[in-house]
Nanobody, 122 residues
Framework: QLQLVESGGGLVQPGGSLRLSCVAS????????IGWFRQAPGKEREGVSY????????YYADSVKGRFTISRDNAKNTVYLQMNSLKPEDTAIYYC???????????????WGQGTQVTVSS
């Protein structure tokens, strides 16, 4: 069965770091674009980052550029989102998703994980 599972979320103080993982089952991630999205309470889901199959020129939203890094480990069928210098406004549920195009339009992604909660608070 096709499945994406996010993990690594939690509670962290401002300025701290978290590393999110997205593990795929039932298919191979290396042929697809993987996107990270987030949704805070009362706000629209927004694109955070995506990585192409080759891993070159990943995209980052302006709000996270310079703080977040997306990467792949194809042998583990896993995509990561390293989040540094976290801010309270980063608080959201984070989702990974699989698509076939380089885009941060959520409707262009076909498979989604269940989400993992990230809370940044002092």
């Amino acid at each position: 069965q096709l499945q994406l599972v996010e993990s690594g979320g939690g509670l962290v103080q401002p300025g701290g770091s978290l590393r999110l993982s997205c593990v795929a089952s039932g298919f191979t991630l290396d042929q697809y674009t993987i996107g990270w999205f987030r949704q805070a309470p009362g706000k629209e889901r927004e694109g955070v980052s995506y990585i192409w199959p080759g891993g070159v020129s990943p995209y980052y939203a302006d709000s996270v550029k310079g703080r977040f890094t997306i990467s792949r480990d194809n042998a583990k069928n896993t995509v990561y989102l390293q989040m540094n210098s976290l801010k309270p406004e980063d608080t959201a549920i984070y989702y990974c998703a699989v698509g076939r195009r380089a885009t941060m339009t959520a409707t262009m992604y076909n498979y989604w994980g269940q989400g993992t909660q990230v809370t940044v608070s002092s």
